[in-house]
């Protein structure tokens, strides 16, 4: 079955404690990213990915870094999360954005809450 | 930028009404424009994806519409359930951006 999949589900952690979002794709896409929705706000791009080693700033970046050392991983670390990070996200992946076929698939959510 | 609107924010029907959400964007420079269902606190379900060089797709009782010149696009849903209360989201990508943008999406209740 084709999925994007984000672990964990839900977390609640403490100010300047690092964490790490798992993300994982079974369908070989090239273009993965992360996007964080809050509410008023909608769903805005964090991070994306073009390919491995290729990874770029999205409209909401400070706070948070990302890797992608293999085709179908797209971890988001946080690497000193504040208050102001909690938020509902999501990890999506698609074919290649440059081609017409570039039908989205997103994991099922991460609730962070930082206290 | 590409900015993405969609009206109305929310929508409250009695079950079994046919109704239409709608979905503008500003550039109409898109590859394609996706129609998504989020149920509360979960992800993202894609339920039709529109090719810019396409008119409509259909999906059992969705119905979703692109006019691309006009930057607009209306997703029908024909005999409204309970079971389709749902916020739903329409969002595009456009040529020269890495990103899909989204709507704020709007709020549909159906009541038995």
Excluded at chain 1, 8 to 15: D, F, G, K
Excluded at chain 1, 32 to 48: A, E, F, H, N, V
Excluded at chain 1, 65 to 87: A, C, D, M, Y
Aim: contains cysteine; positive net charge; aromatic residues 10%.
């Amino acid at each position: 079955e084709a999925q994007v999949t984000q672990n964990p589900r839900y977390l609640i952690t403490v100010t300047g404690k690092k964490l790490t979002v798992t993300c994982s794709q079974n369908m070989n896409h090239e273009y993965m990213s992360w996007y964080r929705q809050d509410p008023g706000l909608g769903l805005r791009q964090i991070y994306y990915s073009m390919n491995v080693e290729v990874t770029d700033k999205g409209d909401v970046p400070e706070g948070y870094k990302v890797s992608r050392k293999e085709k179908r991983n797209f971890p988001l670390i946080l690497e000193s999360p504040s208050p102001n990070q909690t938020s509902l996200y999501f990890c999506a992946s698609s074919p290649w954005a440059g081609t017409k076929n570039t039908e989205a698939f997103f994991g099922q959510g991460t609730r962070l809450t930082v206290v | 930028k590409q900015e993405v609107t969609q009206i109305p924010a929310a929508l409250s029907v009695p079950e079994g009404e046919n109704l239409v959400l709608n979905c503008s964007f500003t550039d109409s420079a898109i590859y394609n424009l996706q129609w998504f269902r989020q149920d509360p606190g979960k992800g993202l379900t894609s339920l039709l994806l529109i090719q810019s060089s396409q008119r409509e797709q259909t999906s059992g009782r969705l119905n979703a519409s692109l006019d691309k010149s006009s930057g607009r696009s209306t997703l029908y849903i024909a005999a409204s359930q309970p079971g389709d209360s749902a916020t739903y989201l329409c969002a595009v990508s456009s040529s020269g951006y890495s990103t899909l943008t989204f709507g704020k999406g709007t709020m549909l209740l159906v009541s038995p």
